[in-house]
């Protein structure tokens, strides 16, 4: 029989490992139910916009617009750039007095999001119940968009895309994405911080035209939400090419941010 001091300490492992299943538990992001997609969910879909297929972003798109409306961009001049707070102004200042030889693409990191979405590079949409699909031909990323009801997570794991929740406003797709990695970045030596919003509207202008208007808010890096549109048009006969960044590479970024290759590999 066992004594009653290992009764005890069996219990207390019992309950401990219960109360770390629940601690665990409360850290996933909550979920629809799972379930097959029935009938009737492939028959929703088919009257939603069709996205499905190749886009590629079309050179001359609207420019980016401040909080205000009015268009970021000089007559004749590149759009204007996110409005930064005092701090997050010098910690740009400072990335472009002492900028790195090359930038983590040169080690092949992608450049997350948002940067991801205007490469230029070809996407393709697919379209689940429950789920819209991106593969961004760029690195060969994935980004999923959930639209089965699930919430935005409260606290999310660090991403390079983030962890994006969708829902349909008639026919346009509205996407909120929250959790970036520190490794992305505005573009142009942007920082953001950790509470960075991004929330996309797809829409369709016509069949085989596709806008995108991203906004992006960020209570601690910029001082109003910044918003850019951009313009995808769609090849029915196009398909993603492979793209693996790692193929025969040689090159490498030590911690100074100092290229190298490795001409032994």
């Not at 001082?223 to 492979?242: D, G, Y």
Request: one cysteine or more.
């Amino acid at each position: 029989m066992p004594s009653s001091r290992k009764i005890r300490s069996t219990a207390f492992v019992v309950l401990l490992t219960a109360a770390a299943g629940v601690v665990l538990d409360a850290q996933q992001p909550a979920r629809a139910a799972s379930t097959a997609p029935t009938a009737a969910d492939w028959t929703a879909l088919a009257r939603l916009p069709d996205f499905t297929g190749v886009w590629e972003i079309g050179f001359g798109a609207p420019a980016g617009r401040g909080a205000g409306g009015g268009r970021g961009a000089r007559a004749g001049g590149p759009p204007a750039g996110p409005q930064l707070t005092p701090a997050y102004a010098e910690r740009r200042r400072a990335r472009l007095a002492n900028p790195p030889e090359d930038s983590q693409t040169a080690n092949c990191l992608p450049p997350g999001m948002p940067g991801i979405m205007g490469q230029p590079y070809p996407m393709e949409f697919l379209m689940t119940p429950g789920l819209v699909t991106i593969v961004v031909e760029a690195y060969t990323q994935v980004r999923h968009i959930y639209t089965d009801g699930r919430p935005l997570p409260t606290d999310p794991d660090p991403k390079f895309h983030g962890t994006s929740i969708g829902r349909w406003e008639g026919d346009t797709l509205v996407a909120e994405t929250v959790g970036f990695s520190p490794q992305t970045d505005l573009g142009q030596a942007t920082p953001h911080s950790d509470k960075m919003k991004i929330v996309e509207r797809f829409k369709l202008t016509d069949p085989d035209t596709m806008t995108i208007e991203t906004t992006v808010t960020d209570p601690e890096a910029l001082a109003a939400p910044f918003t850019s549109t951009r313009m995808l048009k769609r090849h029915r006969n196009w398909t993603i090419a492979e793209y693996i960044c790692e193929e025969n590479n040689r090159n490498f970024v030590d911690a100074n941010g100092k290229a190298g290759i490795n001409i032994n590999k």
